[in-house]
C-alpha cells in the first residue's frame, strides 16, 4: 500500500514537472486577455509550482480527502467576487465560509500549509489566489487527472461577505436552466459547465443535499430503485449532515469519466448532475465527456476559463502574507 502510494506521487510528480518544464510556462506566454500570464512566477519564484506541488503532496499522503475539498474551493471562491482567495478568509464579520452553502468546504489547511511553504522561499510574492489554483491542478493529477498549465498574476481580494454567497453558488436541487443561467453570468458555456460538474468524479455529498430526491412527496421516479434503496438507507430521513455518499458510487476517489457514465446511466447523485442529462443544451456534452481524452482536454481548458473570473490583476488588491487574513 505505502509503495504503491509513493508510486502514485512519483507518476504525479513527474507529471506535474512536464507541466512545468513545458515551454508554455517557461516563456510568460500570455494566460488570455485578463492580465494572467503563463510562467508569471517564473523570475520572482521559479520553484512556486514544484514547491505547492511538494506540499500538495505531503497534505494528500496525510488524508486523501483534501483532494475533492481543494478542488471544490476553486469553484466557491471564483463564483463569489471572483477568484481573490476571498474563500479563504477567516473574517472580520461574518464571510463566505459563514454561509450554510459552505458549511462542507474544507482543504483550507492545505492551502495554509502550500502558502507557508511558497512564503519560506520567497516572501511576499505569491498570492493566495494562485497558490489555490495551482494547489487545485494538483488535487487533479494526484487523483489521476491529466493538469493543466495554470495562468498565474491573480492577486488577493481584502473583501468577503457571507451575503454575497447564494446569489452566485447554485444549490443542487437546481436543475440546467437554472444552473445554465448562473454559468453563464460568469461567462462559461453550457459545454464548461458540463465539463466542470465532471469534478464530482470524486468527492462525497451530505445527504441533506439530495433529501429533494428521496424526502419530497415521493421518492424521484428517475432513481433507479436499488440505488433509491440503497442512499434510503444511508439516509433515512432528511435533513441529515452527518453523513456523506459519495458522489461518483463506482470511483469516488479516482479522477476519471466515470461520473458521465453514472449519469448517463441515471446514477448521478444530486439533482443538478442528473438533470444534464435532461437538457439538450447539457445532455450531448455528458456523451462527449466520457470519452477520457475528450473530457481531460475540456476539463482543463474550463478550469482554466473560470480561473479568470473577475481576477484582480496589476495594482489591485493585495499579495496576502497569510491566506486567512487580509494583510
Ligand atoms: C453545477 C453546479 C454545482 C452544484 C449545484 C454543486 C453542488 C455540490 C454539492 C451540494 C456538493 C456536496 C457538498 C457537501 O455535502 O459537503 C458538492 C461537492 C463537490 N463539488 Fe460541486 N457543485 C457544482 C459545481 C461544481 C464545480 C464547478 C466544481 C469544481 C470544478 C465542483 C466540485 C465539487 C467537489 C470536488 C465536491 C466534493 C467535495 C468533498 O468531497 O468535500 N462542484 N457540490
Redesign the pocket.
Known sequence: MAVSRLMGSLLAMLAVLSLLSSPVSATRSLGGNCGLENGFYHHSCPNVESIIFQSMIASFNKDN?V??????L???DC?VRGCDASVLLDGPGLVEKNST?N?????FEAIDAAKEAVEEACPGVVSCSDVLQFA?RDTVILTGGQGWTVPAGRRDGKVSKESEVAAN??????NVPV?LE??QKKGLSASQ?VA???????????????DDRLHGKSVDPTLPAHFAADLKKKCPIAGI?ST?VN?DLVSPKKFDTQYFKNIINKLGL?T??QSMLDDSRTSGHVDVNTDASKFNSN?AS??VA?SKIDVLTGNQGEIRRQCRFAN
Open positions: 480527502t483532494a475533492p475539498g481543494v478542488l471544490r476553486a469553484y466557491h463564483f452553502i458549511v462542507g468546504l474544507h482543504g487545485v453558488l447554485m444549490t443542487s436541487d437546481k444552473l448562473a454559468f459547465m466542470l460538474a465532471g469534478a464530482h468524479t470524486i468527492g462525497q455529498a451530505a445527504c441533506i443535499n439530495f449532515t456523506s458522489l444530486l443538478s448532475d476539463f474550463a478550469m473560470m
